[in-house]
């Protein structure tokens, strides 16, 4: 009886990651991204979202940094530190933010 007791188990908590988390599409990344839009405009800059890619390893997201955020030194710390923790919070299984 163990095994339909761990495959109702496994069924349940497929079900909750379903009920609490969002599908990773194109739609809802740029949803995402529009949490944190706001603050990297209030700098001068402007966050693009161009595609997922999902690679050998797993989904991969590009985004383009512009305005302000071109030219500030500050940009890879933004992307890593903050839109890329950003979207892993919401999608573990994105390996990585990169800027194109």
Known sequence: MAGVEDTYYEYLKRQHYLATHMELTDVNVNNVLNEIRP????????????????????PVVFVKLLGACESCAMSSMTLKQGIETHLQNKWPEIKQVIQV
């Open 39 to 58: 603050y990297i405009e209030a700098d001068g800059g402007y966050l693009e979202f161009v595609s997922i890619d999902y690679l050998e390893e797993g």
